[in-house]
Protein backbone atom coordinates (compact mmCIF):
# COMPACT_ATOMS: atom_id res chain seq x y z
CA UNK A 1 0.00 0.00 0.00
CA UNK A 2 1.26 3.72 -0.48
CA UNK A 3 0.38 6.28 1.53
CA UNK A 4 0.73 10.01 1.17
CA UNK A 5 0.48 12.64 3.63
CA UNK A 6 -1.48 16.19 2.91
CA UNK A 7 -2.96 19.16 4.44
CA UNK A 8 0.10 20.80 6.13
CA UNK A 9 0.74 24.68 6.09
CA UNK A 10 1.46 27.60 8.20
CA UNK A 11 -1.20 28.31 11.01
CA UNK A 12 -0.83 31.16 14.02
CA UNK A 13 -0.81 29.38 17.62
CA UNK A 14 -4.19 27.92 18.42
CA UNK A 15 -5.37 27.44 15.22
CA UNK A 16 -6.18 23.82 13.32
CA UNK A 17 -5.31 21.99 10.97
CA UNK A 18 -6.43 18.67 8.90
CA UNK A 19 -3.87 16.40 7.79
CA UNK A 20 -5.02 13.63 5.24
CA UNK A 21 -3.23 9.99 4.83
CA UNK A 22 -4.69 8.72 1.57
CA UNK A 23 -3.94 5.17 0.34
CA UNK A 24 -3.47 3.66 -2.94
CA UNK A 25 -3.03 -0.43 -3.69
CA UNK A 26 -5.07 -1.63 -0.83
CA UNK A 27 -7.63 -1.10 1.62
CA UNK A 28 -6.56 1.18 5.03
CA UNK A 29 -9.20 -0.79 6.96
CA UNK A 30 -7.55 -3.90 8.11
CA UNK A 31 -4.21 -1.89 8.79
CA UNK A 32 -3.13 0.13 11.89
CA UNK A 33 -2.29 3.50 10.72
CA UNK A 34 0.13 6.06 12.45
CA UNK A 35 1.09 9.57 12.19
CA UNK A 36 4.84 10.19 13.10
CA UNK A 37 6.44 13.87 13.35
CA UNK A 38 10.09 15.00 12.57
CA UNK A 39 10.97 18.38 13.83
CA UNK A 40 14.36 19.92 12.71
CA UNK A 41 17.16 18.66 14.08
CA UNK A 42 15.55 15.75 16.60
CA UNK A 43 14.71 12.34 15.54
CA UNK A 44 10.82 11.19 14.34
CA UNK A 45 8.44 10.74 17.24
CA UNK A 46 5.23 8.78 17.06
CA UNK A 47 2.24 11.25 17.63
CA UNK A 48 -1.08 8.25 17.60
CA UNK A 49 -2.34 5.63 15.62
CA UNK A 50 -5.82 4.11 15.22
CA UNK A 51 -6.11 0.37 15.31
CA UNK A 52 -7.29 -1.91 12.27
CA UNK A 53 -9.46 -3.87 14.70
CA UNK A 54 -11.60 -1.77 16.51
CA UNK A 55 -10.44 1.87 16.00
CA UNK A 56 -8.40 2.35 18.85
CA UNK A 57 -6.47 4.49 18.97
CA UNK A 58 -3.80 5.95 21.17
CA UNK A 59 -1.55 9.63 21.59
CA UNK A 60 1.54 11.16 22.68
CA UNK A 61 0.78 12.79 25.52
CA UNK A 62 1.51 16.16 24.23
CA UNK A 63 -0.99 16.26 21.97
CA UNK A 64 -3.76 14.22 23.70
CA UNK A 65 -6.99 16.15 23.95
CA UNK A 66 -5.99 18.78 21.00
CA UNK A 67 -5.34 15.96 18.19
CA UNK A 68 -7.40 13.26 17.12
CA UNK A 69 -7.07 10.34 14.58
CA UNK A 70 -9.74 9.37 12.32
CA UNK A 71 -10.82 7.03 9.40
CA UNK A 72 -12.99 7.23 6.40
CA UNK A 73 -13.49 4.21 4.87
CA UNK A 74 -15.20 4.93 1.57
CA UNK A 75 -11.80 7.56 1.05
CA UNK A 76 -9.45 5.20 2.21
CA UNK A 77 -8.08 7.88 3.72
CA UNK A 78 -7.10 8.61 7.57
CA UNK A 79 -7.30 12.12 8.78
CA UNK A 80 -5.28 13.98 11.78
CA UNK A 81 -7.48 16.73 12.83
CA UNK A 82 -4.85 19.11 15.13
CA UNK A 83 -6.41 21.57 16.91
CA UNK A 84 -5.28 24.23 19.72
CA UNK A 85 -1.94 23.80 17.49
CA UNK A 86 1.30 25.23 19.48
CA UNK A 87 4.91 26.28 18.21
CA UNK A 88 5.96 22.60 19.29
CA UNK A 89 3.90 21.15 16.65
CA UNK A 90 6.10 22.80 13.76
CA UNK A 91 7.67 19.50 11.93
CA UNK A 92 6.93 17.19 9.11
CA UNK A 93 4.72 15.13 9.36
CA UNK A 94 4.21 11.14 8.53
CA UNK A 95 1.62 8.49 8.22
CA UNK A 96 2.47 5.49 7.84
CA UNK A 97 1.31 1.72 8.44
CA UNK A 98 2.72 -2.17 8.49
CA UNK A 99 5.49 -2.88 8.59
CA UNK A 100 6.05 0.41 10.44
CA UNK A 101 3.36 0.10 12.89
CA UNK A 102 3.25 -3.36 14.67
CA UNK A 103 0.35 -2.39 16.08
CA UNK A 104 -2.25 -0.06 17.95
CA UNK A 105 -3.94 0.02 21.14
CA UNK A 106 -5.77 2.14 23.36
CA UNK A 107 -3.12 1.22 26.15
CA UNK A 108 -0.15 2.07 23.71
CA UNK A 109 1.36 0.93 19.89
CA UNK A 110 4.59 -0.38 18.96
CA UNK A 111 6.41 0.98 15.94
CA UNK A 112 10.12 0.53 14.04
CA UNK A 113 12.13 3.52 15.24
CA UNK A 114 14.85 2.14 12.53
CA UNK A 115 12.60 2.96 9.73
CA UNK A 116 13.74 5.78 8.04
CA UNK A 117 12.46 5.68 4.54
CA UNK A 118 9.26 7.95 5.39
CA UNK A 119 9.01 9.84 2.01
CA UNK A 120 7.86 13.24 1.40
CA UNK A 121 5.44 14.56 4.38
CA UNK A 122 3.68 17.27 5.06
CA UNK A 123 4.90 20.08 6.40
CA UNK A 124 3.58 21.87 9.72
CA UNK A 125 4.04 25.15 10.79
CA UNK A 126 3.03 26.99 14.16
CA UNK A 127 4.13 30.61 13.98
CA UNK A 128 2.75 33.61 14.85
Known amino acids: VQLQASGGGLVQPGGSLRLSCAAS????????IGWFRQAPGKEVEGVTCISSRDGSSYYLPSVKGRFTISRDSVRNTVYLQMNNLKPEDTAVYYC??????????????????????WGRGTQVTVSS
Open 96 to 117: ATDPVVYYCSNDGWRWNPDFDS
Open 25 to 32: GATLDWQP
